[in-house]
């Protein structure tokens, strides 16, 4: 890997009061903008990475996260935000990395290593309750914010849209994109009719949206959730089902949203993602790295309403499969010396 670099632009790794010693070494590292779990990992990682005078972590917080994994596969940055299915994607050469070609996409892909596994949110649809909308049925003609203008998130939004209701962004319905730090503003200021979207229990978009009117969850309809297209759908990387009693997910949301469920249970898909790094990350700056982080999981889970809801402390979340993404070693020992299991599918 070339020498490390810092990344110009917005940084958030900030040495904190007297405790933060210089850093050993100065990584670059890469996600989106704050508000939700995407963000909290890798942010939290820098401010303990410093703390304990592991290394400086410069953060940049408004990222595209499939230029972020290309990025760290090509050793320009050093750490990303890595939704699983982007290590997929970038193996075949396919999505967003279709002018890599197969090739080109696997050869880079193999370069990938996960520090960390955790939800970065669950899919489902979302309105104003002044719109009167009863379900996903109300899609038909709407502009629908589906995600920002390439990535996951909206490969997953639309095919999640086209399992429950048949339709195609463009055919049916008009998608509408965004950087996610204008997602919230997109949707109060009514250019959009509905939304579906990967979000927490609560996250800051969920309280912004909800400060602006009274809005309804859509938990995916029973029927869709349990048909042969959408449980193939789940089993691709990155994705898992997710279902909780409606009324907890309505608690959790706040005093300005409601669930509409039609059996009280809340059904929708959960994206998983990861702290990634370059596999040839000196071994024991990755394993102090992800010790920090393990050591650290209490005061982690206790710095966002959903943090102890996204699977930080749950290294198997969402690994293995068809997915050539696998832990680093220097995660494995740190994970592993700390009591946890990692499963043998997930270790290169």
């Known amino acids: 890997m070339k020498a490390l670099r810092l990344l110009a632009g917005m940084t958030a790794a900030i040495a904190m009061g007297a405790s933060a010693a210089v850093a050993q070494v100065n990584l670059s590292a890469e996600t989106v903008s704050p508000g939700g779990s995407a963000y909290l990992g890798p942010a939290h990682l820098a401010e303990i990475a410093a703390q304990r005078g592991i290394a400086n972590i410069q953060l940049n917080d408004s990222a595209v996260l499939t230029n972020s994994v290309q990025n760290v596969a090509e050793g320009k940055t050093d750490i990303a935000t890595m939704p699983m299915i982007l290590p997929f994607l970038l193996s075949r050469g396919v999505g967003p990395y279709t002018s890599l070609g197969p090739e080109k996409g696997k050869e880079l892909a193999a370069n990938l290593r996960m520090l960390n596994p955790y939800s970065l949110g669950v899919f489902f649809m979302m309105a104003y309750d002044t719109k009167g909308y009863k379900g996903w049925d109300d899609l038909k003609g709407k502009k629908v914010m589906n995600g920002p203008p390439r990535g996951a998130a909206l490969n997953n939004a639309r095919s999640i849209i086209q399992i429950v209701t048949g339709l195609k962004d463009g055919d049916g319905y008009t998608g509408v994109q965004t950087d996610w730090g204008q997602v919230s503003a997109v949707i109060t200021d009514g250019t959009v009719d509905v939304a579906v979207l990967p979000e927490l229990f609560p996250n800051q978009r969920v309280i912004e949206i909800g400060a602006a009117g009274r809005a309804t969850a859509f938990p995916i309809p029973k029927a869709a959730f349990e048909s042969e297209g959408m449980k193939n759908y789940m089993k691709a990387p990155g994705n898992a089902p997710f279902i909780a009693k409606a ?94 299991s990692i499963p043998d599918c997930a270790k290169p």
């Open 247 to 340: 009324a907890d997910i309505d608690a959790a949301l706040g005093d300005s949203w409601s669930v509409s469920s039609e059996d009280g249970i809340f059904r929708g898909m959960s994206t998983v993602g990861s702290i990634g790094v370059h596999k040839d990350m000196d071994e024991e700056l990755a394993y102090q790295l992800t010790k920090a982080f393990v050591e650290t999981l209490p005061q982690l889970m206790a710095k966002a309403p959903f943090a102890a809801n996204v699977g930080f402390d749950d290294p198997a979340s969402g690994v293995c499969g068809p997915s050539p993404y696998k832990f680093h070693p220097g995660a494995i020992r740190a994970w592993e010396e700390a009591g946890y």
